[in-house]
């Protein structure tokens, strides 16, 4: 079965930037959906951004100041973040989905700090 495994959180000042990748095991092409979740401590897990063949979402929290792409040739997620705010601290997950069969693969996470 297919792995997924994020790299890229760290620690930023508020206003930097940081790239989330989530390598997959095998190819993505067989997810007909991928995203971003995150959750903050305390808080229940929430909805980032997806992409599909043809579109990307976002929340409206992330609206504008992120961007969410990936690359079937390296069969990796990418989650693009400007502008970052103290409260877009939180584990990062990535995740990936197939309607049939059935298929929903999660990351472990990584972690990303906003702070100065």
């Known amino acids: 079965q297919v792995q997924l495994v994020e790299s890229g959180g760290g620690l930023v000042q508020p206003g930097g930037s940081l790239r989330l990748s989530c390598a997959a095991s095998?190819?993505?092409?067989?997810?007909?959906?991928m995203g971003w979740h995150r959750q903050a401590p305390g808080k229940q897990r929430e909805l980032v951004a997806t992409?599909?063949?043809?579109?990307?979402d976002y929340a409206s929290s992330v609206q504008g100041r992120f961007t969410i792409s990936r690359d079937a040739a390296k069969n990796t997620l990418y989650l693009q973040m400007n502008s970052l705010k103290p409260e877009d601290t939180a584990v990062y997950y990535c995740?990936?989905?197939?309607?049939?069969?059935?298929?929903?693969?999660w990351g472990q996470g990584t972690q990303v700090t906003v702070s100065s």
């Open positions: 995740n990936a989905q197939r309607i049939w069969p059935r298929e929903d693969r």
């Open positions: 095998g190819s993505i092409y067989r997810f007909s959906l």
């Open positions: 992409i599909t063949s043809g579109s990307e």
